[in-house]
């Protein structure tokens, strides 16, 4: 079993929309959630970092993380055409030495005009 | 600030060959990681460097190397390549003190092996 499972898709949605992306990880040591965004051909950019558990917003997007469930959401309102890429959820385990991140497999995510 | 900038952008190699990919961190950073991301697949951690020292490595074996100096900048090396070496290797920068968690990453170096 992988440490962080995420949903590949690919998800295409109309532009407007609420956009839900979500991944699980059976690691309870991870205390540290990313959510990067990759365009084609090009390296992860980071769009948001949570600790540990709760809520935090950023323009048009929201990280949820709920450690009880080992779950984490990024959700993505009034979702623009370029927005699509795809997006990777990375953690990172608490503990000394401890900084490498563990990726998700990636959600292609398509926003159609 | 230029960011994280890696080098070459494309490699084409030959089996059992080696290679070098270098990376320049972002302005500011001390902290090199490297990724192997391959096609439709998160990236996979391979090592980080700090202080010049590999402080910690993923499970990659041993043909694969790295070095970072004094400038911070660091290289990735890899021996004996096989054709399951062919992916995309990103480079990730960042300060000690924000633990890997406001990493930025280089554009990658893809690499092909025939």
């Known amino acids: 079993q992988k440490e962080v499972e995420q949903d590949p898709g690919p998800l295409s949605v109309p532009e407007g929309a609420i956009v839900s992306l979500n991944c699980t990880y059976s690691?309870?040591?991870?205390?540290?959630f990313m959510w990067y965004r990759q365009y084609s051909r090009k390296g992860p950019e980071l769009l948001m970092y949570t600790y540990s558990s709760g809520n935090k917003e950023d323009g048009r997007f929201t990280a949820q993380v709920d450690k009880s469930s080992k779950y984490i959401s990024l959700f993505i309102r009034d979702s623009q055409p370029s927005d699509s890429a795809t997006y990777l959820c990375?953690?990172?385990?608490?503990?000394?030495?401890?900084?490498?991140?563990?990726f998700g497999q990636g959600t292609r995510l398509t926003i159609n005009p | 600030d230029a960011g994280v900038t890696q080098s070459p952008t494309h490699l084409i190699k030959t089996r059992g060959q080696q290679v070098t990919l270098r990376c320049s961190p972002k302005s500011g950073h001390d902290t090199v990681s490297w990724y192997q991301q391959a096609l439709g697949q998160g990236p996979q951690f391979i090592f980080q460097y700090y202080e010049e020292e590999e402080r910690q490595r993923g499970n990659f074996p041993d043909r694969f190397s790295g070095h970072q100096f004094p400038n911070y900048s660091s290289e990735l090396n890899v021996n004996a390549l096989l054709l399951g070496d062919s992916a995309l290797y990103l480079c990730?920068?960042?300060?000690?003190?924000?633990?890997?968690?406001?990493?930025?990453f280089g554009q990658g170096t893809r690499l092909t092996v025939v």
């Open positions: 990375a953690m990172i385990a608490a503990g000394q030495g401890a900084q490498k991140l563990v």
């Open positions: 690691n309870s040591a991870f205390q540290y």
């Open positions: 990730a920068s960042s300060r000690r003190e924000t633990m890997n968690t406001e990493a930025f």
